[in-house]
């Protein structure tokens, strides 16, 4: 397949090698900050004459299958709405999908009318991660999974939070419907530049049927990002940048026991599982998107970035219970990357 990559970044690279990987032929790239394409010419091996310096030129050029979008969010939505006008059949673009609720829904509107299919890069549902954890939890020795704890740090709201809401939809099989955030005084120094904005703080995700996503993202804290999954009879423990797990359940014959019989015979597992990774779990998106079967699409990207919506608005608000509903502010524009 042809493949056309539209800022050439840490990620954009990434995704250069993702593709490869996959065997497609990247024939064109674009990136405004010409240090960047320089960059992917030397370290991933991209002839010079696919650098293009305007991306409607090359896309309309080359007529590629696929096309990624790896520039910062500010400029996602118009590169996925000029690749579906320009016929690209298949359009991965990062997370965060956009800047604005109502880009979202121009950009999957965009997509709908030339018939393209949208992937946003959230990778969790293709990581072991959360796999092996969602198929554990739905056993009869968890009985359904409840809530989950996140404990990171100061990995920012918009940054790496909305791919926590996209994890938390994906193991729960339930949209977010409120959201409380209590944001830090101090805002996150975004790598990308001063000219973006993101947060810390703590977060509080509720469902409809009630379960519950809290994370921790203070931003007095340092490394590391550990998930506790609570299940009706046990839970699972998960270091993420570790690749670790540990799943604890009661023995059956306990499980009708009350919640406050504490420590009651349990059966344990610890074993080593898939560290976090980027290349991998891209990849798989891409054949699911490439199969139109199980991918998170623009509905996916754009339930995240209700909920990221939210979150700011609490925020404002010192932590007010904010629903996801039509109230939220639809065309105001933050100042992700
Ligand atoms: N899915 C993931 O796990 C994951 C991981 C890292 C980053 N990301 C996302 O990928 C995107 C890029 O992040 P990054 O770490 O590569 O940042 P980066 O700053 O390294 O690269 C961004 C690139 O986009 C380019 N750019 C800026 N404006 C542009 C425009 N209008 N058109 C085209 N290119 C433009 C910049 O020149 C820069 O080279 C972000 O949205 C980020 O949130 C996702």
Request: glycine share 8%.
């Amino acid at each position: 397949m042809k493949v056309c990559v539209i800022g050439t970044g840490r990620m954009g690279r990434r995704h250069i090698d993702a593709a490869k990987g996959l065997g497609f032929d990247v024939v064109g790239i674009f990136d405004p900050f010409k240090e960047a394409m320089e960059l992917a010419v030397t370290g991933n091996s991209i002839p010079k004459e696919n650098c293009y310096s305007d991306a409607v030129e090359m896309l309309n050029k080359l007529k590629p299958e696929g096309v990624v979008i790896a520039s910062t969010a500010p400029s996602h939505a118009e590169h996925v709405i000029a690749a579906a006008k320009a016929g690209v059949k298949y359009i991965m673009c990062e997370k965060p999908m956009a800047v604005s609720m109502e880009e979202c829904d121009q950009m999957i509107s965009a997509c709908k009318e030339s018939v393209s299919v949208l992937g946003i890069n959230h990778q969790m549902r293709f990581m072991d991660q959360y796999t092996e954890v969602k198929a554990l939890c739905n056993t009869p020795d968890f009985g359904g999974i409840l809530s989950v704890n996140v404990t990171s740090a100061n990995f920012g709201l918009a940054m790496n939070g909305c791919h926590y809401f996209e994890m938390f939809r994906f193991i729960t099989d339930e949209e977010i419907s409120s959201v409380q955030f209590w944001a830090d005084e101090q805002k996150v120094p975004n790598p990308r530049g001063p000219q973006y904005v993101d947060h810390s703080g703590q977060l509080r995700a509720l469902t409809k049927s009630g379960k519950r996503l809290y994370i921790e993202l203070g931003g007095d804290q340092g490394h590391g990002v550990q998930v506790v999954y609570g299940c009706k009879f046990g839970q699972i423990y998960v270091d993420e940048l570790a690749g670790y797990m540990r799943a604890i359940s009661r023995k059956s014959e306990f499980r009708d026991l009350p919640t406050t019989r504490y420590g009651m015979p349990a059966d344990e597992t610890i074993k080593k599982i898939t560290p976090a990774d980027v290349i991998g779990p891209t990849q798989s998106l891409w054949k699911a998107m490439l199969e139109k079967h199980n991918y998170p699409d623009g509905a996916a990207g754009r339930h995240a970035l209700a909920a990221l919506v939210a979150a700011n608005v609490s925020g404002e608000n010192q932590g007010s219970l904010t629903n996801i509903d039509l109230q939220l502010p639809h065309q105001r524009v933050f100042l992700w990357a």
